[in-house]
């Protein structure tokens, strides 16, 4: 079984991965000051009915956290992850400026668009920023557009301006708001799910071919329903993990 864990600004999600399958996947709060141990009991206790962990793997955009959490992973399986960077071997071409500054993020998302749908594949990765990344007709990265996400969006238009309240991120009745929150949710979730049809539109026009598209991301499941065109796929991050560990084992090949 292999430990797969994204870790992200906002939340880190993890799961166990066992004959190519997610058995589970689980959600904590991305804390930058807790300490290796208080990690290693998060992973001990929520995984505590798990059979023998064999491997790990991590992807980080949080580089502070990154060593604490090979610390973790150590201390409760005795065993040392994997660390999505530059050296590591996944099989994808990058065709973009400076590949050393692709996120780990993204580069597990894109390896895991090409193993489960091909090339031609658009994903929209919806986090803390909102990101939308190709990987191409000849299976590789091509380019990204990265945008503020939908949370970020909304605490800086609440602190910006001091009559607007505090509001849930959820899809509104109706496109007019009746009331403050309602036209604040507005804004915010139908902004990002016309912005995201747009970006796809003009991507595909820009390439000159159509894709398919996938939608992901801890805020993805908020808009899923409004997006008829994407496939919902909130493990993809984790899948993608999965594969990279697999290639770097030798037991993986294309």
Excluded: W
């Amino acid at each position: 079984m292999v430990l797969c864990i994204d870790c992200g600004n906002t939340s880190i999600k993890f799961g166990i991965v066992e004959n190519e399958k997610l058995k589970k996947s689980y959600l904590i709060r991305t804390i930058r000051e807790k300490s290796d141990d208080e990690y290693a009991y998060s992973f001990a206790s929520l995984l505590k009915n798990e059979k023998k962990i064999d491997g790990a793997i991590i992807s980080s955009v949080v580089p502070l956290l990154t060593p604490v959490l090979f610390s973790a992973i150590k201390k409760v399986y005795g065993i040392e992850a994997l660390i999505v960077g530059k050296n590591i071997k996944t099989k994808l071409a990058l065709k973009i400026d400076n590949p050393a500054e692709l996120g780990a993020d993204m580069i597990a998302g894109a390896v895991g668009a090409k193993k489960k749908y091909g090339a031609s594949t658009l994903v929209a990765d919806l986090g803390t920023a909102t990101k939308i990344y190709i990987v191409n007709k000849d299976e590789a990265f091509s380019g990204c557009i990265i945008t503020c996400g939908m949370e970020i969006g909304l605490k800086s238009l609440v602190s910006s301006t001091s009559q607007l309240l505090e509001t849930p991120i959820i899809v509104p009745p109706k496109i007019l708001g009746k009331n403050t929150k309602e036209c604040i949710q507005s804004g915010i979730v139908y902004g990002q799910i016309y912005m995201i049809n747009e970006f796809a539109k003009r991507i595909e026009n820009e390439l000159g071919y159509p894709l398919k598209k996938v939608l992901t991301g801890g805020y993805s499941k908020i808009i899923k329903g409004e997006l008829n065109s994407f496939i919902y796929d909130e493990d993809l991050i984790l899948d993608g993990l999965y594969h990279i560990f697999k290639i770097n084992e030798g037991d993986l090949y294309e």
